[in-house]
T-cell receptor
Framework: NAGVTQTPKFQVLKTGQSMTLQCAQDMNHNSMYWYRQDPGMGLRLIYYSASEGTTDKGEVPNGYNVSRLNKREFSLRLESAAPSQTSVYFCASSELWTETGAYEQYFGPGTRLTVT | SQQGEEDPQALSIQEGENATMNCSYK?????LQWYRQNSGRGLVHLILIRSNEREKHSGRLRVTLDTSKKSSSLLITASRAADTASYFCATDAKDDYKLSFGAGTTVTVRA
């Protein structure tokens, strides 16, 4: 099993360009997440999809859109990239939480994005 | 905003020594999780401890949780060079099941 895969691994964009980051998981998980990681700040949640057909904003959604294409795939789109979006982006998946709390998340290898 | 904060920010130890790092959080939680991130890679789940548990072990890892102090600690015993990584705690608050990550502790194990 590949687990969580992300494409591309690296990307350089000019300010104002758009792009879509792709994520797929083969663990039959219901929930998927997009995070960004900046130096010294840990991971911050951009958007998540608790289950197929639903998406919700996380802590830092401005400038991003998402699509839950099917149970396996969850994409993140930057419509008009800005230098502040230079970051490492991680996709993750997990079982849907229950009343006892969240389950462990499985992470992809990340996409390193630079916006000039 | 980040729920968990790790302490120290960085830690350097000799191979074979123990490494201890702490995590403090602000609100009541369901569970607390610890993750490891090797340089340039994604995070890997290490251990999950529920709010009604006080201690949990997994191999050379020992996690404690003190909900009265809103804090947790991760102990790595007999450290190896392969333990060099950043370690993050993550919590999911009551009625909000999304994970909130701290900024991490960077551990360097010297040979």
């Amino acid at each position: 099993n590949a687990g969580v895969t992300q494409t591309p691994k690296f990307q350089v964009l000019k300010t104002g360009q758009s792009m879509t980051l792709q994520c797929a998981q083969d663990m039959n998980h219901n929930s998927m997440y997009w995070y960004r990681q900046d130096p010294g700040m840990g991971l911050r949640l951009i958007y998540y999809s608790a289950s197929e057909g639903t998406t919700d904003k996380g802590e830092v959604p401005n400038g991003y859109n998402v699509s839950r294409l099917n149970k396996r795939e969850f994409s993140l789109r930057l419509e008009s990239a800005a230098p502040s979006q230079t970051s490492v982006y991680f996709c993750a998946s997990s079982e849907l939480w229950t009343e006892t709390g969240a389950y462990e998340q499985y992470f992809g290898p990340g996409t390193r994005l630079t916006v000039t | 905003s980040q729920q968990g904060e790790e302490d120290p920010q960085a830690l350097s130890i000799q191979e074979g020594e123990n490494a201890t790092m702490n995590c403090s959080y602000k609100t009541s939680i369901n569970n607390l999780q610890w993750y490891r991130q090797n340089s340039g890679r994604g995070l890997v789940h290490l251990i999950l401890i529920r709010s009604n548990e006080r201690e949990k072990h997994s191999g050379r890892l020992r996690v404690t949780l003190d909900t009265s102090k809103k804090s947790s600690s991760l102990l790595i015993t007999a450290s190896r060079a392969a333990d060099t990584a950043s370690y993050f705690c993550a919590t999911d608050a009551k009625d909000d099941y999304k994970l909130s990550f701290g900024a991490g502790t960077t551990v360097t194990v010297r040979a």
